[in-house]
């Protein structure tokens, strides 16, 4: 397992639509695993592959509240099969736009289909932070940010946040 470098918005490859995985094979649960510490590490409640430069339609969560509870969730090829038709609004980060947060509206319970880092399949309902959580890094996967779902001024305020802080890091 290793630490894997997080893209920063804005980058074309968090813009793009991933490809499914064919075969949960050993680097397939390499990298699931690397993720993981990455996410950890970070630290963050999800990271969706495109975040760490991986095109396989894949994340990790694990929205537990306490490290002694650790529960990481693989979930592979994940798919929504329901929706609640409540919604809920969260306010929500994320790990390629660091420090920047705003209220997004979503369902708040979803149930979706997925491999596991062992391939096996299972179907999953999920509440509350976790139901946000796993649509957001499900957006990750079709080339989607949170901020998308924001008014054109937000996102362009902080896209602009972020190319400030891309060139103060590449300076530093
Ligand atoms: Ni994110």
Redesign the pocket.
């Known amino acids: 397992m290793s630490l894997l470098p997080i893209l920063l918005h804005p980058d074309p490859r968090l813009k793009k639509v991933c490809e499914p995985v064919l075969d949960v094979d050993t680097k397939i649960q390499k990298l699931a695993n690397s993720m993981i510490e990455t996410m950890y590490d970070a630290p963050g409640v999800?990271l969706?592959a495109p975040?760490v430069a991986s095109m396989a339609r894949l994340f990790v969560m694990d929205c537990t509240e306490s490290e002694a509870e650790d529960q990481p969730l693989v979930l592979i090829n994940p798919q929504i099969t329901w929706i609640s038709e409540d919604l809920n609004v969260h306010s929500e980060g994320?790990?390629?736009?660091p420090e920047l947060f705003d209220d997004v509206e979503r369902p708040s319970q979803v149930r979706m289909s997925f491999l596991d880092i062992q391939g096996k399949a299972h179907e999953q309902q999920f509440d509350g932070l976790w139901a946000t959580c796993a649509q957001?890094?499900l957006d990750?996967l079709n080339g989607v940010?949170?901020i998308d779902h924001l008014t054109r001024m937000k996102r362009s305020m902080m896209t602009k946040k972020m190319v400030k802080l891309k060139k103060e890091l590449v300076r530093s």
Request: hydrophobic share 40%; proline share 0%; charged share 10%.
């Open positions: 999800g969706a975040q994320c790990l390629s736009l957001h890094e990750h940010l949170f």
